[in-house]
């Protein structure tokens, strides 16, 4: 079970981004996948999730209105468009999957992350 | 939105020590909630779910209690390999992450 996300660099404050998380070893369509970010020398913040079908999707009140979750399942990956990007939004950006497959449920399988940077 | 509160901040224990790390949520979550260890440079890793399941290779020093809104990961005879910061995570109503407990070596 692997979860490798991309997409990460260096962006100016207002610019978008869009983040990848390519899954595999596992039954993709059956599972909630998340995102959680962690700033640099901070705590981890939960950003947003989606569920298996794509039918229902969460987002932290942080980047509500600015941040989309989408997946594909026919390609095993999940996204993370990022508009209006601001300083605050700086930090690794780990992909997660969860135990059993539920939106509510712990994240058991994690990737290794991708640095974002928004800074002018 | 749920607000989940450790502490202590950091813990200072010796190796073959006994830590005891709290947990409380700001509403009742049940047992909807989960316990990380985080290592530098590396991604959490988890470790209890459901307050008191042991994740699939995690050795049995780790356990969990509480339900509600008071909840303790407790990390018998410690390893050198433990110490690192833990987190709780509330997954009741989508998801909150405590701020971390560092656990440090006396």
């Known amino acids: 079970v692997l979860l490798v996300e991309s997409g990460g660099g260096l962006v100016q404050p207002g610019r978008s981004l869009r983040l990848s998380c390519a899954a595999s070893g596992f039954f993709f369509d059956d599972f909630a996948i998340h995102w959680v970010r962690q700033a640099p020398g901070k705590g981890l913040e939960w950003v947003s999730g989606?569920?298996?079908?794509?039918?229902?999707?969460g987002y932290a009140d942080p980047v509500k209105g600015r941040f989309t979750i989408s997946r594909d399942n026919a390609k095993n990956s999940l996204y993370l468009q990022m508009n209006s990007l601001r300083p605050e939004d700086t930090a690794f950006y780990y992909c997660a999957k969860t135990v059993h497959g539920y939106n509510f449920d712990a994240f058991h399988i994690w990737g290794q992350g991708t640095m974002v940077i928004v800074s002018s | 939105d749920i607000v989940m509160t450790q502490s202590p901040a950091s813990l200072s224990v010796s190796p073959g020590g006994r830590a005891t790390l709290s947990c409380r949520a700001s509403q009742i979550i049940s047992t909807n909630l989960a316990w990380y260890q985080q290592k530098p440079g590396q991604a959490p890793r988890l470790l209890i779910y459901g307050a008191s399941t042991r994740a699939s290779g995690i050795p049995a020093r780790f356990s969990g209690s509480g339900s509600g809104t008071e909840f303790t990961l407790t990390i018998s005879s410690l390893q050198s390999e433990d110490f690192a910061v833990y987190y709780c995570?509330?997954?009741?109503?989508?998801?909150?992450f405590g701020q971390g407990t560092k656990v440090e070596i006396k």
């Open positions: 989606i569920s298996g079908n794509s039918g229902n999707t």
């Open positions: 995570q509330q997954y009741n109503n989508w998801h909150t």
